[in-house]
């Protein structure tokens, strides 16, 4: 993977709040820290398919609408010549209830940039919503599946935020209750 300041021949961001943070996964060519206001990060979308079963779902990420809140994660730059590939591992990958949105994300070395991020919306078929940080954690505690248990995707995604600075107090919260 090549990683550098050059945003010659990008031809889509990709702006990633959860797994996509610290798997990508995906031919980037830049990646800078990026912010979207009016959204919060929760684990309000169950898994199936990643890090649950249809019998005991996961916990995974998702972003709600929440006024004066602000999200930190990355945005990462696609080469014109990766970007159909890209969508495609991306769609496959985010396919349990996520949808495509478009948002605008600001960065420090860009500006604001329209990115694409993929959202799973209130009320969609593997739909969660919220509960008490302990309901949530021993949901999760007690969940696996094909990606592998769910414990690690709570854990490896609070690893990559400490590292990247981003404080979050509901994914603190869930991970300490985890540990
Ligand atoms: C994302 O990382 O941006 C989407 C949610 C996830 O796959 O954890």
Redesign the pocket.
């Known amino acids: 993977m090549c990683v550098s300041n050059n945003n010659e021949g990008i031809g889509l961001w990709v702006f ?6 610290w798997r990508p996964a995906m031919a980037y060519q830049v990646a800078y820290l990026a912010t979207v206001s009016g959204w919060a990060r929760r684990f309000w979308q169950g898994s199936h398919d990643h890090r649950g079963t249809v019998d005991k779902p996961g916990r ?2 998702t972003l709600v609408p929440q006024e004066g809140e602000i999200c930190e ?1 990355r945005v990462f730059g696609i080469a014109k010549e990766h970007v159909d590939q890209t969508l495609s591992d991306l769609d496959y990958r ?1 396919k349990n209830g996520y949808q495509r949105q478009q948002l605008s994300v600001q960065t420090k070395e860009q500006g604001v940039i329209s990115a694409l ?2 959202i799973a919306p209130i009320n969609n078929l593997a739909w969660l919503g919220d509960d008490s940080n302990q309901a949530i954690a021993t949901q999760i505690q007690h969940a696996s599946g094909p990606s592998g248990s769910n414990r690690d995707y709570v854990l490896s995604l609070h690893e990559a935020l400490v590292e990247n600075g981003i404080h979050d107090e509901h994914i603190n919260n869930i991970a300490a209750l985890l540990r």
Not at 16 to 21: E, M, Q, V
């Open positions: 990633g709040y959860g797994s996509i943070i995974v990420l994660g985010e991020t993929y």
